[in-house]
């Protein structure tokens, strides 16, 4: 076998190796804790209520509308507020 085939072989068998690692490895993403710690920052009141819990789930599952009714008709979170958390849990 010739040196470049090797080289080419082994380079190959490199690269499928490191891309099929980068495709299994773990996404970096918000979720339902980092939507919980963005409303309990507006309320500064200890731990977020239970209906504060369900809507950043709801938002996780992808339905970012319901989890920013869910918020804002729980009592306390302002619109806004409602609206960047929920963008942080999916």
């Not at 950043?56 to 409602?82: E, I, P, R, W």
């Amino acid at each position: 076998m010739r040196t470049s085939t090797r080289v080419a072989g082994v380079l190959t068998g490199v690269t499928l190796a490191l891309g099929g690692a980068a495709l299994t490895a773990p996404v970096a993403h918000a979720d339902v804790t980092a939507c919980i710690n963005q409303v309990e920052r507006e309320l500064q009141g200890g731990e977020a209520p239970s209906y504060v819990r369900t809507a950043c789930a709801t938002g996780q599952s992808g339905d970012h509308a319901g989890c920013v009714t869910a918020l804002t008709k729980g009592g306390g979170v302002t619109n806004g507020t409602a609206v960047t958390a929920c963008k942080v849990a999916p």
